[in-house]
């Protein structure tokens, strides 16, 4: 009986230790559940204070701001933490919409920092405070210019559509503001927005073309179209096409003694060369360039180089006909005379 009791005792002892060993597995797997969910309550909480430090920084910051998120799930706002916020969309203001600065020198002593920051709302914030600067203190920022351009430029390249739009409005405020002062800093700009407005995303092609169009505005021809003369030869067809566009547009506000110093010769033989581009742009520029050119050349005798009336009798030079013959490649020369003599007997008729 004894060590029957015995037995009986140790299988009830044993029967009780795997009780309390399951009763300790169900409590560590709580205190794991606890544990997990504890760590997901900590995340969430970070991300409301990545909220409210955005929103602390914007209404803190010494110089407002043109980008206005709201929530509308077409681009995403990004923390310095990297902790993404939620969802925003950019406000672009045109530049007669734009307030003036509020506090100059503040804006000045950050302005560099903040085009080159890694936070993309305070980017595009930075360069819609070039955008003020340029429109309404441009002699505050002259100094700076030239380092401000390069952070332009840079922005130009962003992936990020927000920036890259912002960047290319602050070009056309820079072009309007500093016009012939920024021709030694062009090349970064002109590039990226020849590049920007041949893209398929419609927004940002629209702004680009909208800025190419300032810059051949507000630019002067003179120093403009030696800038444009190289990306007519490059080997993307549509950087040509834009290229041509801007060079098409630029040509007529050279004026009279403008062209006489350029060369009217140079003129046709470039016009010449689009004639058998690729892309129809490019074709259609440099047509509406020749017939520029031939309208010009016929009204005003003295664009006739001198050179070029001593060798020819004077009745054979003063002829369109005769000058393009004289001047282009005997291809080049029918193609030009082609087209401006269709043109002509299209309006004769």
């Not at 230790?17 to 900590?42: F, Q, Y």
């Not at 920036?163 to 072009?175: E, G, N, P, Y």
């Not at 506000?253 to 403008?258: A, D, N, T, V």
């Not at 054979?316 to 080049?332: A, H, N, T, Y």
Request: net charge negative; aromatic share 4%.
């Amino acid at each position: 009986m004894e060590g029957e009791d015995t037995t009986g005792f140790l299988l009830k002892l044993r029967g009780m230790s795997e009780k309390a060993l399951r009763d300790l597995n169900t409590i560590l797997g709580s205190e794991r559940k606890n544990e997990g969910s504890s760590k997901a309550c900590l995340t969430k909480p970070s991300v409301d204070n990545a909220v409210e430090n955005i929103e602390e920084w914007q209404k803190k910051k010494n110089c407002s701001s043109v980008v206005s998120p709201t929530v509308n799930g077409n681009q995403t706002l990004t923390a310095n933490s990297g902790v993404e916020i939620g969802n925003a969309e950019v406000e672009y203001t045109e530049s007669e919409n734009l307030s003036d600065l509020e506090d100059i020198d503040t804006c000045l002593k950050t302005l560099l920092a903040g085009l080159d920051s890694k936070d993309w709302v305070l980017v595009c914030d930075s360069l819609n405070n070039v955008r003020r600067l340029s429109i309404f203190h441009k002699e505050a920022m002259l100094d700076m210019l030239g380092d401000v351009i390069t952070f332009i430029a840079k922005s130009l390249k962003s992936p990020r559509s927000a920036v890259c739009k912002t960047a290319i409005m602050t070009s056309a405020d820079i072009f309007s503001a500093y016009n012939d002062l920024i021709i030694d800093s062009l090349d970064p700009l002109l590039v990226q927005l020849l590049l920007k407005s041949s893209q398929d995303k419609r927004f940002v092609c629209e702004a680009a073309e909208r800025a190419l169009i300032s810059m051949t505005t507000w630019i002067s021809p003179i120093s403009l179209l030696p800038k444009l003369q190289p990306y007519l030869k490059n080997r993307n067809p549509r950087i040509r096409a834009k290229a041509s566009m801007c060079f098409s547009r630029s040509v007529p506000r050279l004026g009279i003694e403008g062209i006489k110093t350029y060369g009217i010769d140079k003129l046709i033989q470039v016009a010449a060369s689009q004639l058998s581009d690729q892309l129809p742009e490019s074709r259609e520029a440099a047509r509406a360039l020749l017939l520029e050119l031939q309208n010009v050349y016929e009204k005003f005798d003295d664009l006739m180089p001198a050179a070029t009336v001593s060798e020819h009798p004077e009745s054979e030079i003063r002829s369109w006909e005769s000058f393009c013959q004289s001047k282009l490649s005997p291809l080049s020369a029918q193609a030009v005379l082609r087209v401006t003599n269709i043109t002509r007997e299209g309006l004769v008729s």
